[in-house]
């Protein structure tokens, strides 16, 4: 009965080991500036907005999805994404993508959208009527 608990708390240790080196290995940068994105081979969270003017490509038998983005000093990036578009995609106010940049593009593994809250349009409307 004893070996039972000291084989299960040994299994419990070895995962929490595992688990714990993993998480540290998690190497992903937070950029903004795609003068810096363009420079490095590492996964990336980068944080911009869609160029609403050259649309975006649904590319269905492929399942991809691809559009512009550009940061806050209005560099633009071809975004390459291999899955569907995202839900509220084209009223979003912000988009983060996370992924890596190579051969000219970057290629996101994940795309979350931030979209205007109800809330920021009561504002605005209560800034106005004032």
């Given at each position: 009965?004893?070996?039972?608990?000291?084989?299960?708390?040994?299994?419990?240790?070895?995962?929490?080991?595992?688990?714990?080196?993993?998480?540290?290995?998690?190497?992903?940068?937070?950029?903004?500036?795609?003068?810096?994105?363009?420079?490095?081979?590492?996964?990336?969270?980068?944080?911009?907005?869609?160029?609403?003017?050259?649309?975006?490509d649904i590319d269905k038998q492929k399942n991809v999805f691809s559009f512009y983005m550009k940061d806050y000093n209005g560099k633009e990036i071809k975004v390459i994404y291999k899955g569907a578009i995202p839900n509220n995609f084209e009223?979003?106010?912000?988009?983060?993508?996370?992924?890596?940049?190579?051969?000219?593009?970057?290629?996101?593994?994940?795309?979350?959208?931030?979209?205007?809250?109800?809330?920021?349009?009561?504002?605005?409307?209560?800034?106005?009527?004032?």
């Open positions: 009965m004893n070996n039972k608990y000291i084989f299960g708390g040994i299994i419990i240790v070895i995962f929490f080991g595992i688990m714990g080196f993993l998480l540290t290995q998690t190497n992903i940068k937070y950029e903004q500036d795609f003068a810096e994105i363009v420079k490095s081979d590492a996964t990336i969270k980068a944080t911009g907005s869609w160029v609403k003017e050259k649309s975006y009223s979003s106010t912000s988009v983060v993508v996370t992924g890596k940049y190579k051969e000219g593009k970057f290629y996101a593994s994940d795309i979350l959208t931030k979209c205007p809250s109800k809330y920021e349009t009561e504002y605005e409307a209560a800034e106005k009527a004032s």
